[in-house]
């Protein structure tokens, strides 16, 4: 593989085009490169900002061919694409990180398996491929425990949690006799997350542990430096900074925790990509990490990840558009606060159509900041 930059003028391409790729298209634009994105969806969030947008099903071999003959480095903002694929694309143009990296991560099962051989510290969990496993995982884990499609699941689609042996029916039946995986339950005391870059000569860079508070399995608000031991800090990075040298990553990668009972660190999941826990990173850091995804995957060196000043970020779900269109000039009467919308019409309760980002005194304040913005929005109803 060459090690020579892709030099901004390049062109990259997207696999994928939601709000991942848009911002990505952001900071890509910004430094003089053009965007071409592939997904099914026309009038997307990237496509708004790409200078192509090629609508195509992901198994359409022929379109991801003619796509990246057309693109100098290919990167995606959606994970949850064939082998085939990224296979198809990879003998047209580089594909950062690499296909291999993404079978791993967008099975559930595949990748907690992964991150057991290779000793990180991972969630208990069983597979569970029928009726009887179910039985002898509940017995191993017990309950309660929570019941995962292992492939293609993501804020809590596909899942859940198990209380009581009654539930083992109902919850066998939902998974509609796909492959599942069965985890104990964490009684966590926070979740935080590890975002990290790796460049194409292995250099490295993360944006602190960042505490994330959910809401109905969905991400809600976070709060970079998020208040956790020097040795809990050490670790969550020692672990992440081991992900992504094992994968061979290049590119972004986010490694979700939960800080268990006795500040017990175990991995939740890994998105190998920007991730909404990271998106503070946009405004309040030197380089976000969509920045970070364009340096990493065309061989630039990676940019500086301080925190500019204490951030917040809430996310803004379809659910707020319920009685009508949100006040956007009461939440930005806070000059501290600045919104992002996806460009998406068609608000779906749970859907993400943007987020808000507060800067404030300290992280508590920022964190205050960021929710009474987003309570401003539907406060005159
Ligand atoms: P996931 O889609 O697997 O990241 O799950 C979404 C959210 O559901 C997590 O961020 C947790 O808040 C909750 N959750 C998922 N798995 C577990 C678990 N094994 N124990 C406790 N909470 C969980």
Known sequence: ????????????????????????AVAARRMGYRVHTLSP???SPTG??????????YDDLDAVADFARQVDVITFEFENVLAATTDCAARHAPVRPAGGVLQICQHRLREKTWLEQQAFPVTPFRRVASR?????????LGLPAVLKTA??????????????????ERGWEAMAGVEAILEAFVPFEREVSVTAARGLDGSFAHWGVVENEHRNHVLDVSTPEAPVSDTLYREAIDVTRGIVDALGLVGVLCVEFFVGPGNRLMINELAPRPHNSGHFSFDASVTSQ????????CGLPLGSTTLLRPASMV????????????????AL????VKLHLYGKTDARPGRKMGHMLAFGRDRDDARQRAIAARSALTAGR
């Open 132 to 140: 009887e496993d179910l039985e002898q995982a509940v017995a191993a």
């Open 333 to 336: 009467t806070d000059p501290d």
């Open 41 to 43: 969806a026309t009038d």
């Open 290 to 297: 969509f920045e970070q995804q364009v340096r990493a995957v």
């Open 315 to 330: 996310n803004l779900l379809g659910d707020l558009w319920a009685g009508g269109e949100p006040d956007w000039s009461a």
């Open 1 to 24: 593989m060459s090690s020579r930059p892709i030099l901004p003028g390049s062109t990259i391409g997207v696999l994928g085009s939601g709000q991942l790729g848009r911002m990505f």
């Open 48 to 57: 708004h900002l790409a200078d192509r947008e090629v609508t195509a099903a």
């Open 151 to 168: 492939g293609f699941g993501y804020d809590g689609k596909g899942q859940m949690k198990l209380n009581r042996p009654e539930d083992l």
